[in-house]
Structure formats: structure tokens, C-alpha cells
């Protein structure tokens, strides 16, 4: 059972931003994640088909989750996408992987590029990260600019690392070190 939740995030770059999910976000998530598009793309956590219970199992997820950083894409208050920070632990504790994904029908209009721009630079100076970084499937060159615009440098090539849809693929590797973080 789902239970309503007031927003308790929110950065936006009118009309565009990012929020808090809330229950409230079930049938605009159900409708742009389900998408085999959309789903190549992203990790098999991110099911595909997507149906109304994996909407309902991920938002109750996001709505208690406590340690990650899960927030809604949206374009005038209605979700249109999603972006998160997952932190490191241990040793890693210092840096965040960030993934994303939006509906079909909202790409190739720079709204992932200004949701990773808002999201990257909450994780600075917000959340105090030192480094935010990225893997990118290789079949997915519009993600690897999202990142560039957004000042990510590619940092390398896991080779055939990636088993997605009975394919072998190569992810690359990107990030971005919070100004002034030049190393040890």
C-alpha cells in the first residue's frame, strides 16, 4: 500500500526539474517507463515490460528509501522520467553513481542534460560528493553527451562488461570531480 508523501525535494530549471516522487506519479510513471526504448538502456532492474505493480513496488521503494537519492523528472510537475544518486560505501563513500532515464516522447530536448546538471551540483554542494560518476552502455551515445555537456569526462572502457538483451556490450565510463577536488 502506497502512502501519500508530501515532496520533500525539489530543484527545478523552469519548465523542467527534478522532485520527489510521489504516490500520486504512478500512472505518468507506468506510462514513460514502459518502453522497451527506454528499457535497453538502462539496467534489468528497470523491468520491461513495465506494469502498474513494478510502479507501485519502486515507489513505495523511493518513497522510504533513506541512503539513495531517487527523484522524479518532470516537466510542469508531471513526471516525465527519473534520475538518482546511488552514494559509495567504505572506501567509496566519497563519490555517487548517478543514472537517469525519460520517456520516449521527451527525448532529444536537453531535459536529461539540465536534470543531470541540477542533480550533479546538488551532489557537490549539497551532499558534499567528491565525485559523481556514470556508466553508459555503448549503444547509447545521447547519454554519453548528456554527460559531457554536463562537464563528465569519459575516464574509460569496460570491455563486453555489460550483458544486456542476450548482447555482449562495452560501457564506458564517466565522471566529474567537484571543483577544487584535485586528487589525494
Known amino acids: 500500500m502506497l502512502c501519500p508523501m508530501t515532496p520533500r525535494f525539489e530543484l527545478s530549471s523552469p519548465p523542467y526539474g527534478i522532485r520527489s516522487f510521489r504516490v500520486s506519479d504512478l500512472e505518468a510513471l507506468v506510462r514513460n517507463a514502459d518502453d522497451p526504448d527506454v528499457a535497453a538502456s538502462l539496467q534489468d532492474c528497470f523491468p520491461h515490460p513495465y506494469r502498474e505493480e513494478d510502479g507501485r513496488r519502486f515507489l513505495e521503494h523511493a518513497l522510504r528509501e533513506k541512503r539513495e537519492v531517487l527523484l522524479a523528472i518532470v516537466e510542469e510537475d508531471v513526471l516525465i522520467g527519473g534520475i538518482g544518486l546511488v552514494p559509495g560505501g567504505d572506501v567509496h563513500a566519497h563519490q555517487a553513481e548517478i543514472g537517469y532515464w525519460l520517456g520516449k516522447a521527451h527525448w532529444r530536448r536537453g531535459i536529461a542534460t539540465r536534470a543531470v546538471g541540477l542533480l550533479t551540483d546538488h551532489a557537490f554542494r549539497e551532499l558534499g560528493f567528491l565525485r559523481v560518476w556514470a556508466g553508459v552502455f555503448a549503444n547509447n551515445p545521447a547519454s554519453m553527451r548528456v554527460l ?18 542476450g548482447r555482449f556490450l562495452d560501457q564506458h565510463l564517466f565522471a566529474k570531480l567537484a571543483a577544487g577536488c584535485a586528487g589525494a
Do not use: C, I, P, T
Not at 157 to 165: A, F, G, H, I, P
Open 148 to 165: 559531457e555537456k554536463n562537464g563528465f569526462e569519459r575516464e574509460g572502457v569496460l570491455r563486453r562488461s555489460v550483458r544486456k538483451n
